[in-house]
């Protein structure tokens, strides 16, 4: 069983930045494929970014493209979110997940996920 905490959460100006970490506990998750998702107020919980447990390609939400980077460290059991010129639109409470597989053919499904951390409140004020 893998438990992740996600951290780095806060305050942020519009056009400013965050990084969002991602640590998991449990065992290693150097083979699995990882994921952000983020839940607004009123709204239903939509996909991110995405990155398989090869570490390749990343996958990204049509509306973060450009602004916002995945990565993995496998030796710090961690991933992170970069986020850069932050829009009022991106407060959310930002979920990290984690699937067992290393690849899947839409990471932007939930299902795709076998487990998720509680989340981090990301606010972006203008």
């Known amino acids: 069983q893998v438990h992740l905490v996600e951290s780095g959460g806060g305050l942020a100006q519009s056009g400013g930045s965050l990084r969002l970490s991602c640590a998991a506990s449990?065992?290693?998750?150097?083979?699995?494929?990882m994921g952000w998702f983020r839940q607004a107020p009123g709204k239903e919980r939509e996909f991110v970014a995405a990155?398989?447990?090869?570490?390749?390609?990343?996958y990204y939400a049509d509306s973060v493209k450009g602004r916002f980077t995945i990565s993995r460290d496998n030796a710090k059991n961690t991933v992170y979110l970069e986020m850069n010129s932050l829009k009022d639109v991106d407060t959310a409470v930002y979920y990290c997940?984690?699937?067992?597989?290393?690849?899947?053919?839409?990471?932007?499904?939930?299902?795709?996920?076998?487990?998720w951390g509680r989340g981090t409140q990301v606010t972006v004020s203008s």
């Open positions: 990155i398989p447990g090869s570490g390749g390609r990343q």
């Open positions: 449990g065992r290693t998750f150097s083979g699995d494929g």
């Open positions: 997940a984690g699937s067992r597989y290393s690849d899947h053919s839409d990471w932007r499904r939930r299902s795709a996920y076998d487990y």
